[in-house]
């Protein structure tokens, strides 16, 4: 995109960014579960009861590269602007357009930011290729041959795989790929809108001014993701507590935004920002963060990774689905819309949401096993502690007492104090 000739019209230019467009969303559909998946597998060392203090950290640290790149890239685009001087219009330029800026400084710019961000992603690409290893976790099940004789299922066939996963896990696909279909509208519909929201704020529709405050907004949303990533792995947090309450708070501030838009643009626009970046906050620490983490704990390692596409594929939809829709509601009407969307985020994970922060990714491995041979299952994966409010009491799971386990109730104590020394101790 950054070379193409500069000839070409926008209908061209267009068509161009449609097609290296797909051939990312391609690559990233791809990076995306198997960066999840390599960052869960490769914290499957763990303490003396089976569980891993840390997996969450590690997992939200490798998906807080997004706000990373989102922060570079603003800072990038202010000092571009500024070296270009398109900050204030000014139409009585001759050589501005309608909107007081200068096209070929902005066409520079654009091409500049795609080729900086081609450079990095680049470099990236080969210390991805060519020095990271998999995880010994995923090459274990794969060299599992004479075991794979004995199962019912033949997994390695693509639509198999696909049949299991449904059958068997189809509450925890819904679960995640719902949530994260749901907060992408919200979450990509702000983000691909905080465009037009800024300058619907700011007066004087200074360019640089609007990139500033996305900066600003992009800053605390990063914020959000390492105090996620402190938090997530406390018993007394966990991964869905956190989501519910991070998205009614974001709820509420998008509701509040709506209801009271039209006094609050007129007379109190700072609050109203205030209100916008304070929401980024509890997006990221909150679902952004979780509906990333949960895909990878909730599967077994051979189709870990194609349980997590699916739930990214419905993140994505969710984002087109806000693109088409958003284009036509104004500001006011977005920020309720996304409010109705984030309360239903939190009555999905209310309902269909396990929290296994506190159990050991491997039995997911077992339960599968059991499956696959036929057999019946009787371990951690029928803990009521680890089963979400549907599988517990529309599926009737749970119900078998637990082999070598205590009461449900002390175990739980138990295991937060534990955890929390060994967080703490660390």
Known sequence: MSLSPWSFGLQTQYACLVAFYALFGFGVGGEYPISASTATELTEVTDEKGTNPKRGFGVTLTFAMQGVGAVFGSIVMVILLTAFNQGPPDCLDPDTNVMGYNETSLEIIWRLIYAIGFGILFALSVYRIFFVKESESWMKHQGEGEQKKLEVYNIDNWWMKYYVAIKYFWPRLLATGGCWFLWDVAFYGNKLFSGPIFQSLIPDQNLLT????????????????????????????GRRNLQMVGSFIVALCFLFSGVFFDTLYESYPKVLLFIY????????????VITFI?????????????????????????ALV?????EHLTVKTIFIVCAAVCFSVVVVTFFFLPDVTDMDVCENDRFLEAILRGEAYSGELNNPLFLSPYEKYVQKRGNTQVEGEVDGEQELADMTTKKEEIIDSQ
Do not use: M
């Open 294 to 318: 949960t895909p990878t704990e909730l599967f077994p390692t051979r189709f870990r990774a194609t349980c997590h596409g699916l739930s990214a594929f419905l993140g994505k939809t969710g």
């Open 210 to 237: 609007v990139n500033e405050y996305i900066l600003l907004n992009n800053a605390v949303a990063l914020f959000g993701y390492y105090v996620a990533a402190c938090i997530v792995d406390y018993p007394w947090c």
């Open 277 to 288: 970046i304070f929401s980024s906050f509890w997006g990221q620490c909150g679902p952004n």
């Open 322 to 326: 806000a693109t088409i829709a958003f």
